[in-house]
C-alpha cells in the first residue's frame, strides 16, 4: 500500500510528537508499505530498523514561513497555533500543484494541531491517527491557554474531515467518540492492513455535510438552521453545516456572527462552520465535492 505521510515532527526532535511520528513511520516501513514522508522539518530523519527507506518531500513555503516567524512573538499556544497553520498552507500549496500527478492509496496524518484541516485535494481516503490533540492536553492544564481555542477548531475540522478516525487505544477512542460523535477504530501500534479497511467507506465513519450560500442573515434562516443543529447535537446525530457568506448586523445590534455563538456555543464552529464568501466556481465545486 502507497501512504502518504503528513508529519511536522521527526527525529533527531526530541519531543513527544517527533517520537511517536518517527516509530509510526518506521513501523509502516517495516510492515511492508510504501511510505512518502511529507514534513517541514529539514532535518527530518527516519531509520527503520529493516533499513528500508521511505521517499521524502520537504516541503517551504514563503506565505507560510512569513506566518512561521510571527510565533517568535507570540504566547506559546498562539506560536503553536501558528506554527500548525503555516505548516498546513504549505501542505495545501503542495497538494494543489500535485493534485493532477499524486497517487495513493492512503494518507495518514496525527491529530495533534489539526493539520488535517488543511489537507486537500487529496487522491485517496484521509485517516486521522489520534495520539493526543491539543484540546486533550489543554483539558488537564489549569493555566489559561489562550490559542488553545484555534487549535481545537484546526483539530476539530480535521476530525470531521477526515474519511476515518483511528485511536491507539479504547480510552482515548471513547473520549474521541464523546468529541465529534464519530466511530473511531481502535489498533495499537504497529497499526495491521486492517486497521485501514474503515476508510474505504467514507459513509460509515463521515457525518452528513450540508453547505449553505448566502449572507449570515436571520432572514435567511441562520438562526432556524443553528437551532435545528443544536437539536440534533443534543440527540447525539453529528451534522455539519458550512455556511459561505458576508457577516450582517443582528436585529438590537452586533454581529450575527457574534449572536450565534453566544447563542449556539455547542455548535458555532462545530456543527455549523461560518466561512466568507467565497467565489461562484470554488463554491460549486465544494458542493460537487
Not at 497553520?85 to 495513493?104: C, F, I, N, Q, S
Not at 441562520?222 to 448586523?249: F, I, K, M, S
Request: glycine content about 8%; some cysteine.
Amino acid at each position: 500500500m502507497k501512504i502518504l505521510l503528513f508529519t511536522l515532527e521527526l527525529p533527531p526532535a526530541t519531543n513527544g510528537i517527533a517520537t511517536f511520528d518517527g516509530e509510526f513511520a518506521a513501523g509502516l516501513l517495516e510492515a511492508g508499505h510504501e511510505l512518502v514522508l511529507l514534513t517541514t522539518q529539514e532535518t527530518a530523519a527516519c531509520a527503520p530498523h529493516t533499513g528500508k527507506a521511505p521517499a521524502w518531500v520537504r516541503l517551504s513555503g514563503r506565505h507560510a514561513a512569513a506566518l512561521d516567524e510571527v510565533r517568535h512573538f507570540l504566547p506559546f499556544d498562539d506560536a503553536v497555533a501558528a506554527h500548525y497553520a503555516a505548516a498546513g498552507l504549505v501542505y495545501a500549496e503542495w497538494l494543489r500543484a500535485h493534485a493532477d500527478t499524486l497517487r495513493a492509496d492512503l494518507a495518514l496524518v496525527p491529530d495533534f494541531g489539526g493539520i488535517g484541516a488543511f489537507l486537500h485535494p487529496l487522491p485517496c481516503p484521509l485517516v486521522v491517527v489520534c495520539h493526543c490533540l491539543h484540546q486533550q492536553l489543554a483539558a488537564h492544564d489549569p493555566r489559561p491557554t489562550p490559542g488553545a481555542g484555534f487549535l481545537s477548531a484546526l483539530e476539530f475540522d480535521a476530525l470531521t474531515r477526515a474519511d476515518a478516525l483511528i485511536a491507539l487505544g479504547e480510552r482515548n477512542a471513547r473520549d474521541i467518540r464523546r468529541r465529534t460523535g464519530r466511530e473511531v477504530g481502535v489498533a495499537p501500534l504497529p497499526l495491521p492492513p486492517s486497521a485501514f479497511a474503515v476508510a474505504r467507506d467514507a459513509s460509515i465513519a463521515a457525518p452528513p455535510r450540508g453547505i449553505v450560500a448566502g449572507r449570515l442573515d436571520p432572514y435567511r434562516g441562520a438562526e432556524t438552521v443553528a437551532r435545528a443543529l443544536q437539536t440534533l447535537h443534543d440527540e447525539g446525530l453529528p451534522v455539519v453545516v458550512d455556511w459561505y457568506g458576508a457577516d450582517v448586523p443582528a436585529p438590537g445590534g452586533g454581529r450575527m456572527s457574534d449572536r450565534l455563538a453566544a447563542e449556539f456555543p455547542s455548535v458555532w464552529g462545530r456543527s455549523l462552520r461560518w466561512h466568507p464568501p467565497l467565489p461562484r466556481d470554488e463554491l460549486a465545486r465544494r458542493r460537487a465535492a
